[in-house]
């Protein structure tokens, strides 16, 4: 009869105990099945949450701001820096939280570069440009009549060929887009027009470009193949000087600075053959 009781008493123990089972997890619900991502960002960077879990109807995100939001999945961006913990509740029960760390956003250095120059000029005055604020290294200056760099000194001298409107691009090693500028190019003034000698005019405008430092290869290759018979040692007198080849005159122009050109005098060139002498008269700037 004792032994009959304990078994009675042992299974009325299990039962019980199944029964609590039953009833806690009918209380506690599904498993909260959610997620945040990423967990690490910079200010003003989004995360995106959301949840999955079995059954639910009702969400509450806390993002520890004050702020929280009723959906299943969305983003949320923090703009401050910072350790943040969010909490998730589902169905007013289950809960489930994240830490995200909020970094600083990198101070972007654009802001602290810009651009110096004239907004308006005339064809072939000599403009400068240059930059203030923050310091760069590298430059490279495009003045939007080429379509290449023009210059990569960090104050680029410029004339305009053609009138028009163009946009001035600098990029540097600092800054993370280009620097730009809208520059308006107006013809130059001239009250009559004089007939000129178009090669000889041609020919000088071209040599005035070599001394200003303005496309000075593209300029002097030009003027070899078309007048010159691609010959670089065609001799050329300056101001009465003793003839010097082409190519080294060139290059003095260049690098002596402050030259205008006064007039080209040809000799030859007659129904498209060579020419066979020029007389250049310059004086410095």
């Known amino acids: ?91 007013g029960k289950q809960q489930q939280t994240f830490t995200v760390k909020v970094r600083p956003a990198p101070t972007r250095r654009d802001s602290l570069v810009r651009l110096l120059g004239p907004t308006v000029a005339y064809q072939d005055e000599k403009l400068s440009f240059t930059t203030f604020g923050a310091s760069p290294n590298k430059f490279a200056w495009k003045f939007g009549e080429t379509g290449l760099v023009d210059s990569r000194e960090p104050t680029a001298l410029y004339s305009y060929v053609e009138p028009g409107t163009y946009t001035v691009t600098l990029t540097t090693d600092i800054t993370q887009r280009p620097l730009t500028q809208k520059v308006r190019v107006m013809p130059r003034y001239s009250r009559f027009t004089v007939p000129v000698d178009t090669t000889a005019e041609d020919i000088r405008w071209r040599l005035q470009r070599i001394a200003n430092g303005q496309q000075v290869n593209s300029q002097y290759s030009y003027l070899v193949s078309h007048y010159l018979c691609g010959n670089p040692d065609f001799p050329v007198v300056a101001n009465g000087q ?43 700037k």
């Open 1 to 91: 009869m004792l032994e009959r009781k304990w078994i009675l008493t042992g299974a009325t123990f299990v039962v019980t105990a199944l029964l609590l089972g039953l009833l806690y997890w009918h209380n506690r619900g599904p498993v909260v099945r959610a997620g945040v991502t990423p967990l690490g960002v910079m200010v003003n960077q989004p995360i995106y949450f959301a949840d999955s879990t079995s059954g639910a109807t009702e969400w509450r995100w806390e993002f520890g701001q004050g702020s929280d939001n009723r959906a299943q999945r969305g983003q949320f961006f923090y703009t401050q820096p910072g350790l943040y913990q969010i909490r998730l509740t589902v169905d």
């Open 242 to 284: 003793p003839p010097r080849d082409f190519y080294s005159y060139c290059m003095a122009l260049q690098f002596e600075g402050r030259n205008l050109i006064d007039a080209v005098a040809l000799e030859g060139g007659l129904n498209g053959s060579c020419l066979t002498k020029m007389t250049i008269t310059q004086h410095k």
